[in-house]
């Protein structure tokens, strides 16, 4: 016999099942924090900006040229109060990857004028996850 509350659940589940399906090729595909290749670079914010997963990065300028620097969800910056602007002299510590085949640096310490601000911890696990929602 057909029952409309047992198919909903069933067709839900489905539903899960697929997201997840789709969902999980985007998570492979984000790069992994590699203690192995950590650096420290300085330089001056040429530019912030807000990527479409919602990641803000900076775009350090310093004699070797421009790179590319994940620093933490928009969310959780506004959460800790850290503001990057254009124009700050900062020193990142963190990983130097490979996205999307362009050189990314993911950020796991930022300091700015003697003051560290930690993104992740010393095993290159964000500090983000499971705190914002």
Sequence with gaps: MFRPASFKLVSEVVLIVLLAFIALPALESAPKYDKTSEVKVKGVID???????????VTLKNDKGLLDVMIA?????????????KGDAIEVLGSQVTADGAPLLLAREVTRNGDVMTMRDDKGKPVWVGWIQ
């Design 73 to 85: 969800p928009e969310k959780f910056l506004k959460e800790m109060e850290i503001a990057l602007a």
């Design 47 to 57: 530019e912030v900006r807000t990527a479409a997963d919602k990641t803000v990065h």
